[in-house]
């Protein structure tokens, strides 16, 4: 699977639109990039993922970059809630294929 | 949604004692599963691969005669923590997928809570 690159932590002020960056520049055509999150005690929770196209749902918004080397995931407005360690992960999307997750982004949303 | 209920959520026992924890899927099918460990301040490492029918597969480093997996149906695998000791408190968490759909996202528990005391 491709190694992914994310900033270790960021801030984001509530209210305001959290723009989370994820490099894989080793991606392959046949990888999906999946988002994660993990609030603090629980199991992850999956967000959304995407292959080549843009995706939206009702938490958040997947922007991958044309040549598929990065992505973003946006929080469209940030609450309290949404304070977790982020994780991008890339893997092919048939059913035995592991997750393999690395450090991620610890966001801290602050009032 | 795909939910994945993981039970119990945390337990406590004295050293030497079995530990079995549940992971199944309610609302679809799932050929693998996956068991993860997360000690604390660290992210989550893969421990073994559960496969529906047959032997599970496990990480380099992961004992297999400590952790037993077995995954006996579609939407139920085990993991069972043989002759615990208080190095193997941890933060024990499933994840499964729905078998069919290529790129289908992984859904995971909430968790278990290992303690031994």
């Known amino acids: 699977d491709a190694k992914t690159t994310q900033p270790t932590s960021m801030d984001c002020a509530e209210g305001r639109a959290a723009n989370l960056p994820c490099n894989h520049s080793t991606i392959s055509g046949n990888e999906y990039v999946y988002w994660y999150r993990q609030i603090h005690s629980q199991g992850p929770q999956y967000i959304i993922h995407?292959?080549?196209n843009n995706e939206t749902n009702e938490m958040a918004s997947l922007i991958i970059t044309e040549d598929r080397k990065s992505s973003t995931l946006i929080l469209p407005h940030a609450t309290l809630r949404d304070t977790a360690v982020y994780y991008c992960i890339v893997r092919v999307g048939a059913a035995g294929n592991k997750l393999t997750f690395g450090g991620g982004t610890r966001v801290l949303v602050k009032p | 949604g795909a939910v994945v209920s993981q039970h119990p959520s945390w337990v406590i026992c004295k050293s030497g004692t079995s530990v079995k924890i549940e992971c199944r899927s309610l609302d679809f099918q799932a050929t693998t599963m996956f068991w993860y460990r997360q000690f604390p301040k660290q992210s989550l490492m893969l421990m073994a691969t559960?496969?529906?029918?047959?032997?599970?597969?496990?990480e380099q480093g992961v004992e297999k005669d400590k952790f037993l997996i077995n995954h006996a149906s579609l939407t139920l695998s085990t993991l069972t923590v043989t002759s615990a000791h208080p190095e193997d408190s941890s933060f024990y968490i499933c994840?499964?997928?729905?078998?069919?759909?290529?790129?289908?996202?992984?859904?995971f528990g909430d968790g278990t809570r290992l303690s031994i005391l």
């Open positions: 995407g292959l080549k």
């Open positions: 559960s496969n529906e029918g047959s032997k599970a597969t496990y």
């Open positions: 994840s499964a997928r729905p078998t069919t759909g290529d790129g289908q996202p992984q859904h």
